[in-house]
């Protein structure tokens, strides 16, 4: 029952993405990323404040359905969260993904509905798409990096 009910909000965030457009300004910074595995392709749009805060966060692309989603899920997710607690959530989705830990320190929100996504490495890349695109926007600029 419950796999049934992430299995939904999955393809909530897959048909209904949220934050899914491009954002423009002088302080957004952007990234395009590409998944080596299969294709899908999304360019992910960021604006920080100056006290590391993440005032915006967008996508754009097309992918499958879990891409889409965890893209969705993490924009929710960090939107007006500090630079340091979105490296700390990026670092829990990894876990979670790639060797089935879930934290119970930290929140993952909706992305918790792809903890199953552990069990198919193919799709590793796939949930954790805009999560390294996000983890280059942060190592990309270091008024963002933590000290």
Known sequence: MLDQLYRQLVIEHSRNRRNHRKLEGSKVQQKHYKNPTCGDVMTL?????????????????????????????????????????????????????????????????????LEGVHKLRARHNCALMAWQALDRILGDYPEYRLK
């Open 45 to 113: 749009f960021m604006e920080v404040s100056t006290d590391k805060r993440i005032n915006d966060i967008s996508f754009v692309g097309e992918g499958c359905s879990i891409s889409m989603a965890s893209a969705s899920m993490m924009t929710e997710l960090i939107k007006g969260v500090s630079v340091e607690e979105a490296s700390q959530l990026r670092e829990a989705m990894e876990q979670m993904i790639r060797k089935g830990e879930v934290s119970e320190d930290i929140d993952l929100g909706d992305a918790l509905a």
